[in-house]
Structures are given as C-alpha cells and as structure tokens.
C-alpha cells in the first residue's frame, strides 16, 4: 500500500529563486495556478467517482451478507430430513489393500 501523505493544508509548489516582478512572471504564476486548480479539481472528481464505487460495493455486500445470514439461520433452524443421512456401504475395511512401507 502506498503511504499517505500527511493530512495538512496543500502547500503550492517554491521556486528555489524569486523572479522579478514583471507581466510574464504574473502571467507564468497565474497558468501555474491555473494547472493546479485543474488538477486538484480532477483529482476530486476521481475521488467522488471512487467513493461512488466503493459507496456501492458495499451496499452490494451489506445485501449479500444479509442473505447469507438468513440463509445460515434457516439453515439452523431446519430439522435434518431423515432420508438424508450418510449411510455405510458394504464394503468392509478387509477387502481395501494397504501398503505397508516399513518392509522397504
């Protein structure tokens, strides 16, 4: 699993050197900040759709564990229908060979 990042505040992204105040470097700030809302909102529109996904898996698994449920209750509950009972064969232990390997 890939590690969490911490929980704070988004930082933006420093230049390692300031540049001078001028309109390109306005303009270049702005397209960087523009790029990032992009994203940010991209990413939480992934994470809406996963959350749908996962909203619904496990509604999914709530139905499936309720029919189980019910299911092992009757189950349960049922009396054991005599003519369902394990019987033996003819077969007795003397006519099966077995091998004994301590002779080798």
Request: neutral net charge; proline residues 6%.
């Amino acid at each position: 699993m890939r590690p969490h990042p911490s929980q704070s505040q988004i930082r933006p992204k420093i230049s390692t050197m300031p540049r001078q105040k001028t309109e390109a470097a306005a303009y270049l700030d702005i397209y960087k900040l523009v790029n990032e809302k992009t994203r940010l909102q991209q990413e939480l529109t992934t994470l809406a759709e996963r959350r749908d996904r996962i909203q619904s898996r496990l509604d999914v698994l709530d139905v499936e564990i309720t029919t189980l449920e019910q299911s092992a209750h009757q189950l349960r509950d049922a009396t054991p229908i005599e003519g369902e009972t394990v019987k033996p064969t003819k077969a007795s232990a003397s006519e099966f060979n077995t091998f004994d390997f301590s002779e080798y």
